[in-house]
């Protein structure tokens, strides 16, 4: 019954989340085409849009329903989310040519395009941001957590670049668990704050979505480390095993299987 209605919550969602950016997004006939193609084709690829959705529910759980327009907040973060997934994916980064099912913005486009592509997402989700439909002094905190959440001190491109220089390091368990709660815990603790932000919440309950923001943004990045040994390309849709070509850092491969998920578990648990 539970589960039924979380899928229904998820489904839900992403209907929701999936219209304002088709909505939002220009079409592929604007000029110059090649860029909202690209675009495009990475943001409708597939994705879960679990950022937009913790977002909505943190909205929904401080306002009692969901506020009008928190799907542009949310549209704003899965831009975010992925502009940074087709830069990760760039030959420069992680070189992948599978995420979410389809070949990668650069393989389809040209890298020229595909950096240009993240590029515009990022910019395009100042502007939504902009707009939003919240008091102006929300929308300004809105603003500076995500820019932060997404910058370079305790943020997700300081965890891109801890990553990226921690390859075949075996970095200590500190050093692993700051690329994961900056490269990736950032950006979900963002998205929980400002859906909270956006529903006009106070003190206590943010630092509340902020805590919870934590403990699961950490879990999400370890859990996406397992699934990188445990699944194949087909159920990932991405290509799987491939933190161990490169000696990335992770948590199976400083803690074991077994460990890593009883990790995430206690801190799904505590959150
Ligand atoms: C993948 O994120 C990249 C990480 C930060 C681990 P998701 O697992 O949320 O990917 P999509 O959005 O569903 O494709
Ligand atoms: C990606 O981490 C983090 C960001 C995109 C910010 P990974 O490199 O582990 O993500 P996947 O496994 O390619 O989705
Ligand atoms: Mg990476
Ligand atoms: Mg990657
Ligand atoms: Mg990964």
Do not use: W
Request: with cysteine.
């Amino acid at each position: 019954m539970l589960t039924a209605s979380i899928q229904e919550t998820l489904e839900a969602g992403r209907h929701i989340v999936d219209a304002a950016l088709d909505r939002l997004i220009p079409p592929v006939d604007q000029q110059p085409e090649s860029i909202h193609r690209a675009m495009r084709h990475s943001v409708f690829a597939g994705g879960k849009r679990l950022r937009p959705i913790l977002c909505l529910e943190a909205a929904r759980m401080i306002a009692g329903s969901l506020p009008a327009g928190i799907e542009e907040l949310g549209s704003a973060l899965e831009m975010l989310h992925t502009y940074s997934l087709i830069h990760d994916d760039l030959p420069a980064l992680d070189n992948d040519d599978l995420r979410r099912g389809h070949p990668t913005c650069h393989v389809v486009y040209g890298e020229a395009t595909a950096i240009l592509a993240g590029d515009a997402l990022q910019t395009f989700a100042y502007e939504v941001l902009a707009k939003l439909r919240c008091p102006a002094e929300a929308k300004v905190r809105i603003i500076e957590e995500i820019a932060r959440a997404t910058g370079t001190v305790e943020g997700m491109i300081g965890g891109q670049v801890m990553d990226l220089e921690a390859e075949r390091k075996k970095p200590d368990g500190k050093t692993l668990e700051f690329i994961h709660r900056y490269k990736t815990g950032a950006l979900i603790t963002a998205s929980l704050v400002t859906g909270g932000l956006y529903a006009g919440c106070g003190h206590a309950e943010l630092q509340r979505l902020r805590d919870f923001g934590r403990s699961v943004g950490l879990a999400f990045q370890i859990i996406d480390d397992v699934l990188d040994v445990t699944q194949s390309s087909a159920q990932l849709g991405k290509t799987a095993g491939k933190d161990q070509a490169v000696e990335k850092a992770t948590y199976p491969a400083l803690f074991g299987l077994e460990a890593s998920i009883k990790q995430a578990d206690m801190l799904v648990a505590s959150g």
